[in-house]
């Protein structure tokens, strides 16, 4: 018996085993949840499936969250595969490379901004206006990922925190108006961990680094611990949980280094 026995959950951003919605994928699949995980395009279709066999997936779907009209298709096969939807994981972000580096400004145009806001933000809405219609009347989930950067300016992160900062306020819309329903909506808010999107950012390593030597618990976080949190919360055991940003971080975001000398930073 697992806590997420006979739910059935949609996740997305599946792209490497070190993906942090794959770490989400294999905590729900052990803890009893029926998974279809989906791919952003043909090529990436090949090394989902085998990702999804190593944990026991064998439902797949396209969804390019660029393409409105094919994720009005992906949820209607959701409809015709399970009939309902009890949860869905929204773990995709994208900027362009300008936007992740450097100097503000510099990188901050209106197609990068319109971007990274595009694919990294409203995404989340947008899958939701055509998931939340399969989640009525069954104690549905929806979580997203999100970062520090959301709120605090991070050097290099740049627009994508800004996006974060969307990402959040939509999580808190979307709870408050789809709370009638009986559907939560939450984040969480991981630590820097090394994947294929994160390898993006300029000075990730150098990030890495200070995080260790700053977080309460010395040390990075990984993505099994970021998919423990992701289950329980859309888990009946946080039924009482909605609207928020959950820190699965070490500790890092409730920690200040004014007053530490900079040799023991
Ligand atoms: O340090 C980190 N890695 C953190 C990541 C710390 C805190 C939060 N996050 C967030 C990210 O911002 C993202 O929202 O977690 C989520 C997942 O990120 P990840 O696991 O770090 O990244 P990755 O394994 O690269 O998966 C993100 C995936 C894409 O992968 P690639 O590497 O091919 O860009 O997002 C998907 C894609 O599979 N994606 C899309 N999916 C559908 N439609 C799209 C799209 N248009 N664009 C990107």
Redesign the pocket.
Known sequence: MGFLDSKKIVV?????D??????IASAMKREGAELIL????DK?KPR?EKLGAKIGVSEFLP?????EEEVAKTFEEVKKTWGGLDGLV?????APREAIEGRFLDGCNKDSFTTALQ??AY?FPLLMRYAAPLMQGRKAAAL?????GAVQAVPNYNT?GVA?AA?EASVRYLAADLGQDGIRVNA??????????????KD?RKMLKGFEKTAPLRRCVT?EE?GNTAAFLCSDLASGITGEITYVDAGFNIFSSVGVEEDEK
């Open positions: 997305t951003g599946v792209a490497s070190l993906s942090i919605a794959f770490g989906t791919y952003q395009n990436l989902v969804l390019d969250v660029a393409n929204h773990a995709i972000a994208f694919i990294s995404s997203a990922m999100t970062y520090l994508m974060k990402l969480v808010s991981a630590g820097p961990i090394r994947t294929l999107a994160a390898s993006g950012i990730f993505i970021v």
